[in-house]
């Protein structure tokens, strides 16, 4: 005979602990070399209860021509420089330089779930197989989270305390 009740608490234990686990992170954990990716970092809490303030993203060499969403009630303000090296784009342009660093300054209060969107194109010079990670440093009206955190070799995000949101780069089809 089953019984029911170990099941659930396994499941309300697992909701339970979601909030303690929520880090800032990427909907979509992989993206096609040579082809749009659109970014939704999703935002799931503040700094230890207090709100959400400032969002930066640095984006990573490979990921060019962005366009971040405008927010409602949420100022944009973006860095933009020169690339590591000249990148393929679309009808055979060359992007040498665009947006490298994105903020969104505004207030989420830590009761509530928000997601920030950047359209991006994955450059196809890029390695398939690697995963590459965004920088991202959340400001709170108290405290900040700095999700920079990159695993080493072989290593994982999960041991990592606050890991940057990173995505799979498959091969261009």
């Known amino acids: ?13 697992l909701f339970a602990a979601i909030p303690a686990q929520a880090h800032v992170t ?20 503040g700094c230890n209860g207090s709100p959400t303030t400032k969002l930066r993203i640095r984006l990573p060499d490979g990921v060019i021509a962005a366009k971040p969403m405008p927010k409602p009630g949420w ?34 209060d830590d ?10 194109f994955v450059a196809d010079s890029l390695k398939a197989g690697d ?3 965004f920088p991202v440093v959340q400001e709170c009206e108290t ?9 080493k070799a072989g290593g994982s995000s999960h041991e990592l305390k606050e890991p940057a949101p990173g995505i799979l780069l498959r091969p261009k089809t």
């Open 111 to 120: 009761k509530f779930y928000d997601e920030f969107v950047v359209s991006v």
């Open 75 to 108: 100022q944009i303000e973006i860095e933009s420089g020169p690339y590591d090296k000249a990148y393929s784009f679309f009808h055979g342009a060359t992007l040498k330089e665009g947006v490298k660093t994105i903020t969104w300054t505004g207030r989420l």
């Open 1 to 13: 005979m089953q019984h029911p009740l170990p099941a659930a608490a396994l499941a309300v234990s």
């Open 143 to 151: 405290g900040v989270h700095r999700w920079i955190e990159i695993p």
């Open 131 to 133: 995963t590459i990670y």
């Open 26 to 45: 990427l909907e979509t954990r992989t993206a096609t070399l040579g082809a749009p990716y659109k970014a939704v970092f999703k935002v799931g809490h």
